[in-house]
């Protein structure tokens, strides 16, 4: 006789009951197409689109957005034989504290566990941030990729693949900055030694679907987030207005893009970075690959002045990108007791 054994969760993927997903969540075909879809290939009223998508939920996803479609399927298909080798072949590729790109399989989002795995490269190869936190540790390090050997095409692919992204990642920094009423490429500049980075996410199958997020609750620090993901579904948004979790619609061969916390300080607030979250399910697993566009480590964040005035003045005092991204990602390897750096811990209190 077969025993039913009953698993129990690892407690260090056991969200806060608050942050649980509820059974019965919001239907996504009846909020179906709130979020809005943007068509990248038409001119008019492009930049107004996209300045209420940004200002009302924070979350739009783009269609016809020039990334050639079979590129993107290559890409996932390249990234899916990786994650199928057995942990000691990925971990070959392990991320550590000295390297940071590359394979890793034990990431926390406010100290819980993500029920995933995940692989990061930067999108220009090498890039240069602070080596510690240390607000007065002026040392800088350098971080360099990390290739695995299986499958042969995987770096050729990748890179490609960031290439392209890239190019469409600038093009939506141009157009959010017309929509803000500045010049298209007011904030080129600040990526010109840019540290975005390209991360793969593998969600496997979870018997804990209500207890455990393939990643919990958060915002997402950078200028802008470009996501591919493919048919399974589980990315859930706050909506602005009444704080329900929305799960984004599957619209194929779409991009979903979001807001970060920098455009949220640059825009002194017009643009908010919205809280997100994943769910996993207990049969299907699930890819993602979002590209965090994220500025130079010397630049230093704060509202731009066009956008500040007596009657609205600075919301944020300046913080340095560099260094607000190594705060942020010590929480990466193990969990600490405290809150992770935020920028509502740059707000100037009114
Ligand atoms: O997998 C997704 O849909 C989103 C992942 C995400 O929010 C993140 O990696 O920051
Ligand atoms: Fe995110």
Same mark, same amino acid.
């Given at each position: 006789?077969?025993?039913?054994?009953?698993?129990?969760?690892?407690?260090?993927?056991?969200?806060?009951?608050?942050?649980?997903?509820?059974?019965?969540?919001?239907?996504?075909?009846?909020?179906?197409?709130?979020?809005?879809?943007?068509?990248?290939?038409?001119?008019?009223?492009?930049?107004?689109?996209?300045?209420?998508?940004?200002?009302?939920?924070?979350?739009?996803?783009?269609?016809?957005?020039?990334?050639?479609?079979?590129?993107? @399927?290559?890409?996932? /298909?390249? =990234?899916?034989?990786?994650?199928? +080798?057995?942990?000691?072949?990925?971990?070959? !590729? #392990? $991320?550590?504290?000295?390297?940071?790109?590359?394979?890793?399989?034990?990431?926390?989002?406010?100290?819980?566990?993500?029920?995933?795995?995940?692989?990061?490269?930067?999108?220009?190869?090498?890039?240069?941030?602070?080596?510690?936190?240390?607000?007065?540790?002026?040392?800088?390090?350098?971080?360099?990729?990390?290739?695995?050997?299986?499958?042969?095409?995987?770096?050729?692919?990748?890179?490609?693949?960031?290439?392209?992204?890239?190019?469409?990642?600038?093009?939506?920094?141009?157009?959010?900055?017309?929509?803000?009423?500045?010049?298209?490429?007011?904030?080129?500049?600040?990526?010109?030694?840019?540290?975005?980075?390209?991360?793969?996410?593998?969600?496997?199958?979870?018997?804990?679907?209500?207890?455990?997020?393939?990643?919990? @609750?958060?915002?997402? /620090?950078? =200028?802008?987030?470009?996501?591919? +993901?493919?048919?399974?579904?589980?990315?859930? !948004? #706050? $909506?602005?207005?009444?704080?329900?979790?929305?799960?984004?619609?599957?619209?194929?061969?779409?991009?979903?893009?979001?807001?970060?916390?920098?455009?949220?300080?640059?825009?002194?607030?017009?643009?908010?970075?919205?809280?997100?979250?994943?769910?996993?399910?207990?049969?299907?697993?699930?890819?993602?690959?979002?590209?965090?566009?994220?500025?130079?480590?010397?630049?230093?964040?704060?509202?731009?002045?066009?956008?500040?005035?007596?009657?609205?003045?600075?919301?944020?005092?300046?913080?340095?990108?560099?260094?607000?991204?190594?705060?942020?990602?010590?929480?990466?390897?193990?969990?600490?007791?405290?809150?992770?750096?935020?920028?509502?811990?740059?707000?100037?209190?009114?």
């Amino acid at each position: 006789m077969v025993q039913d054994i009953e698993i129990e969760i690892d407690p260090s993927f056991l969200q806060p009951s608050d942050h649980r997903p509820r059974p019965k969540a919001i239907d996504a075909d009846d909020v179906a197409g709130e979020i809005p879809i943007i068509d990248l290939s038409k001119s008019e009223d492009l930049v107004s689109e996209i300045g209420r998508a940004c200002q009302k939920w924070g979350f739009f996803q783009v269609i016809n957005h020039g990334v050639p479609i079979e590129l993107c @399927r290559k890409t996932e /298909a390249t =990234a899916k034989k990786f994650f199928e +080798q057995t942990p000691e072949e990925k971990k070959k !590729v #392990k $991320r550590d504290e000295v390297n940071a790109m590359g394979y890793h399989d034990g990431e926390h989002t406010k100290n819980v566990r993500d029920w995933k795995e995940v692989f990061d490269y930067l999108v220009g190869n090498t890039t240069t941030i602070p080596a510690s936190h240390e607000p007065h540790d002026s040392k800088l390090r350098i971080l360099t990729n990390q290739w695995p050997q299986y499958p042969p095409e995987f770096r050729e692919t990748l890179e490609e693949y960031a290439r392209e992204v890239e190019k469409l990642a600038y093009k939506l920094l141009e157009l959010t900055s017309l929509s803000l009423g500045l010049p298209a490429d007011k904030f080129n500049g600040s990526f010109k030694d840019q540290t975005s980075m390209i991360r793969f996410n593998h969600y496997p199958p979870c018997p804990f679907p209500h207890l455990a997020l393939g990643v919990g @609750r958060h915002k997402d /620090a950078g =200028a802008l987030t470009v996501l591919a +993901q493919d048919d399974v579904g589980g990315l859930e !948004v #706050k $909506r602005k207005s009444d704080g329900e979790w929305i799960p984004v619609k599957l619209t194929p061969d779409a991009f979903i893009i979001n807001v970060g916390d920098t455009i949220q300080v640059w825009s002194n607030d017009r643009y908010e970075s919205v809280e997100h979250r994943v769910v996993v399910n207990t049969e299907m697993e699930r890819f993602s690959v979002p590209f965090f566009f994220m500025p130079s480590h010397y630049v230093w964040v704060k509202p731009v002045e066009e956008l500040v005035n007596e009657h609205n003045p600075a919301r944020y005092r300046e913080y340095n990108w560099g260094k607000f991204f190594a705060n942020r990602n010590r929480s990466d390897f193990k969990k600490r007791d405290v809150e992770n750096i935020q920028i509502h811990h740059f707000r100037i209190m009114e």
